[in-house]
């Protein structure tokens, strides 16, 4: 009499841990994305939330010093731009902190905050500011 196989082959197991193997290069890195991008969005929620301030403080011709910081990222209002005939706006820094995800951990991000209460990220970093955050991790509605 013949036995029968039980379980599986070497090279079916093979097969499966090579099939594991490419998801997971593939899906690592871009959970990595994610996690940086989720992490890089704290900094323009942050200068949200001096949106109110900064636009009142623009009424009178002024930017403030404000700053607040966050797990991930610190925010503080640098200058302002109040020139005759431009809209007025303060030049924001946004510095992420160490000890996040390695792909913006220590790097800025210059955002404008516009009398209107706006806030975008210029191609170019603003006065007195520092951008060198890859824009895949800034937030897509503050892109111009």
Same mark, same amino acid.
Not at 78 to 83: C, Q, S, W
């Given at each position: 009499?013949?036995?029968? &196989?039980?379980?599986?082959?070497? #090279?079916?197991?093979? /097969?499966? =841990?090579? #099939? #594991?193997?490419?998801?997971?290069?593939?899906? /690592?890195?871009? %959970? @990595?994305?994610? /996690?940086?991008?989720?992490?890089?969005?704290?900094?323009?929620?942050?200068?949200?939330?001096?949106?109110?301030?900064?636009?009142? $403080?623009? &009424? $009178?011709?002024?930017?403030?010093?404000?700053?607040?910081?966050?797990?991930?990222?610190? =925010?503080?209002?640098?200058?302002?731009?109040?020139?005759?005939?431009?809209?007025? &706006?303060?030049?924001? &820094?946004?510095?992420?902190? $160490?000890? #996040?995800?390695?792909?913006?951990?220590?790097?800025? +991000?210059?955002?404008?905050? @516009?009398? $209107?209460?706006?806030? /975008?990220?210029?191609?170019?970093?603003?006065?007195?500011?520092?951008?060198?955050?890859?824009?895949? %991790?800034?937030?897509?509605? +503050?892109?111009?």
């Amino acid at each position: 009499m013949k036995s029968m &196989q039980k379980g599986f082959t070497l #090279i079916e197991l093979m /097969i499966v =841990v090579a #099939i #594991i193997g490419i998801l997971a290069a593939i899906a /690592i890195p871009a %959970y @990595q994305d994610y /996690i940086a991008r989720s992490q890089a969005s704290e900094g323009p929620s942050l200068a949200d939330g001096l949106k109110t301030e900064i636009t009142d $403080n623009l &009424q $009178n011709s002024k930017c403030g010093n404000s700053t607040m910081g966050g797990k991930y990222a610190t =925010v503080a209002v640098i200058d302002a731009t109040i020139a005759a005939g431009a809209t007025p &706006q303060c030049s924001v &820094q946004v510095t992420y902190h $160490n000890g #996040i995800s390695a792909k913006i951990a220590g790097k800025k +991000l210059g955002l404008l905050v @516009q009398s $209107n209460g706006s806030i /975008i990220a210029p191609a170019t970093a603003p006065a007195n500011t520092t951008t060198d955050i890859d824009t895949k %991790y800034v937030p897509k509605a +503050l892109l111009p």
